[in-house]
């Protein structure tokens, strides 16, 4: 059964940086599509990035390009969420989600697996 642990998650001011870790256990994951999803309290799960496992390919929301990386590090099965210029509405419970297949989803309902969340808040 696959599973999906997130870390990282913490307090951080406006401007600041935060890194998410996904450890990844109990599947092939090269034939994965990995996803970052985010929800803050009252709102709907949303996309915040997600990454093809086996050859790297990105897609973003338009309210993280050019702050947030996602990337993979296929010898330790883990995906990373780098997040820069942190801002008060990055304020949100983070989670990682696994898809098998190729297409870059970014709704939740396509994806297959979840992780319990990492919480992340920006204060001013």
């Known amino acids: 059964q696959v599973q999906l642990v997130e870390s990282g998650g913490g307090l951080v001011q406006a401007g600041g940086s935060l890194s998410l870790s996904c450890a990844a256990s109990?599947?092939?994951?090269?034939?994965?599509?990995m996803g970052w999803f985010r929800q803050a309290p009252g709102k709907e799960r949303e996309f915040v990035a997600t990454?093809?496992?086996?050859?790297?390919?990105?897609v973003y929301v338009d309210s993280v390009k050019g702050r947030f990386t996602v990337s993979r590090d296929n010898a330790k099965n883990t995906v990373y969420l780098q997040m820069n210029k942190l801002k008060l509405e990055d304020t949100a419970e983070y989670y990682c989600a696994a898809r098998r297949g190729v297409g870059l989803g970014i709704l939740p309902s396509s994806y297959d697996y979840w992780g319990q969340g990492t919480q992340v808040t920006v204060s001013s």
């Open positions: 109990g599947g092939t994951f090269n034939s994965y599509v």
């Open positions: 990454i093809r496992w086996s050859d790297g390919s990105t």
